[in-house]
């Protein structure tokens, strides 16, 4: 049991890790932020069901399972919407990506919008 | 504003009270034999109270869709099954790209066509592109697009406009762009959960 709990917050800290390091080394907030779901879907899931197994097999309490498993669906329902609002609003605020961007069909678009 | 009918108040109160069920630990008590009925009352009074006022908000569709039994497994079985194996795959992807000096990064926004008609499903597929990494669905825009092959004109006639109909698009910024070319842009980045998606909501 110890192991399994273990091996999964070691998978959540690696992701976690990494998302970090992609922070730091993308080129413009838009692949930052690509970066940024790394830690909060694994990174973070990965912690909840290390909790959970943890909970159901360590310490014996349901209501503790259940109570963590709710927190990771609600945290996997409310956390695009943030990440896609962030991103909107950031392309509408004027940030613009960097110029090696390959294709770039919004901004075609929007511009014809104008 | 759109008024809230009745049959999606008692909707919206149903999930409420399960979700307190869940949390409260009204659920465990009641699997292990000793119902705590204040607890049940309390949590009775407050989804209904929230229902009342909510509901308008929260459901515009058919209000008793999801608790087909049927379409209730599928989600589950969307949940469990699909979507992690894509989590998980881009997840390392990302996690790779991150790491990894060599393996380039080649971001863009394409534009993508869905085919999901119904609007909690365009919001789940959107969610499902936004939570997976390297993929966030930047926009949801609705046009028209013309249906079938244009028709040869005859002879001193014009060409009659092609029927058009409306179809959804997602612009996607992707940090990996494979191919310019919607259809494929759109396999690659959701193809199998636009499937499991439409298996819940057509």
Same mark, same amino acid.
Request: charged letters at 15%.
């Given at each position: 049991?110890? /192991?399994?709990?273990?091996?999964?917050?070691?998978?959540?800290?690696?992701?976690?890790?990494?998302?970090?390091?992609?922070?730091?080394?993308?080129?413009?907030?838009?692949?930052?932020?690509?970066?940024?779901?790394?830690?909060?879907?694994?990174?973070?899931?990965?912690?909840?069901?290390?909790?959970? $197994?943890?909970?159901?097999?360590?310490?014996?309490?349901?209501?503790? $399972?259940?109570?963590?498993?709710?927190?990771? $669906?609600?945290?996997?329902?409310?956390?695009? /919407?943030?990440?896609?609002?962030?991103?909107?609003?950031?392309?509408?605020?004027?940030?613009?990506?960097?110029? @090696?961007?390959?294709?770039?069909?919004?901004? @075609?678009?929007?511009? @014809? @919008?104008? | 504003?759109?008024?809230? =009918?009745?049959?999606?108040?008692?909707?919206?109160?149903?999930?409420?009270?399960?979700?307190?069920?869940?949390? =409260?630990?009204?659920? *465990?008590?009641?699997?292990?034999?000793?119902?705590?009925?204040?607890?049940?009352?309390?949590?009775?009074?407050?989804?209904?109270?929230?229902?009342?006022?909510?509901?308008?908000?929260?459901?515009? !569709?058919? %209000?008793?869709? &999801?608790?087909?039994?049927?379409? &209730? &497994?599928?989600?589950?079985?969307?949940?469990?099954?699909?979507? %992690?194996? +894509?989590?998980?795959?881009?997840?390392?992807?990302?996690?790779?790209?991150?790491?990894?000096?060599?393996? %380039? #990064?080649?971001?863009?926004?394409?534009?993508?066509?869905?085919?999901?008609?119904?609007?909690?499903?365009?919001?789940?597929?959107?969610?499902?592109?936004?939570?997976? %990494?390297?993929?966030?669905?930047?926009?949801? *825009?609705? +046009?028209?697009?013309?249906?079938?092959?244009?028709?040869?004109?005859? +002879?001193? !006639?014009?060409?009659?406009?092609?029927?058009?109909?409306?179809?959804?698009?997602?612009?996607?910024?992707?940090?990996?762009?494979?191919?310019?070319?919607?259809?494929?842009?759109?396999?690659?980045?959701?193809?199998?959960? !636009?499937?499991?998606?439409?298996? #819940?909501?057509?």
């Amino acid at each position: 049991m110890r /192991i399994v709990v273990d091996v999964l917050i070691v998978i959540s800290i690696f992701f976690a890790f990494a998302g970090v390091v992609g922070m730091l080394r993308m080129p413009d907030s838009f692949t930052r932020m690509q970066s940024s779901t790394n830690i909060a879907t694994m990174g973070v899931l990965g912690v909840i069901l290390g909790g959970a $197994v943890y909970a159901a097999l360590g310490l014996h309490e349901p209501v503790m $399972v259940v109570k963590l498993l709710v927190l990771g $669906v609600f945290y996997i329902i409310t956390n695009p /919407i943030s990440g896609h609002a962030i991103c909107r609003g950031a392309y509408k605020h004027g940030v613009r990506p960097k110029e @090696e961007m390959k294709c770039h069909k919004y901004g @075609e678009d929007m511009v @014809e @919008e104008k | 504003m759109k008024k809230a =009918s009745i049959p999606a108040v008692i909707s919206t109160a149903l999930i409420c009270f399960i979700f307190w069920l869940l949390i =409260s630990g009204g659920l *465990v008590a009641l699997c292990q034999g000793a119902p705590d009925v204040r607890n049940l009352v309390v949590g009775l009074l407050v989804s209904v109270f929230v229902g009342l006022f909510s509901a308008r908000f929260f459901i515009h !569709e058919s %209000p008793f869709y &999801l608790w087909n039994p049927a379409k &209730l &497994l599928q989600l589950l079985f969307y949940c469990i099954c699909i979507f %992690p194996i +894509e989590l998980i795959k881009a997840n390392l992807d990302v996690a790779l790209r991150a790491l990894n000096p060599v393996l %380039p #990064i080649n971001p863009g926004i394409v534009k993508v066509p869905v085919d999901v008609q119904s609007e909690y499903g365009q919001a789940m597929l959107a969610n499902s592109i936004t939570l997976t %990494p390297g993929t966030i669905t930047m926009d949801i *825009v609705e +046009e028209e697009v013309p249906v079938g092959e244009a028709s040869p004109a005859k +002879e001193g !006639e014009e060409a009659a406009p092609l029927p058009t109909k409306p179809q959804t698009f997602y612009y996607i910024h992707w940090i990996n762009v494979a191919s310019e070319d919607p259809k494929e842009a759109g396999d690659a980045i959701k193809g199998t959960l !636009e499937k499991g998606v439409r298996r #819940i909501f057509d």
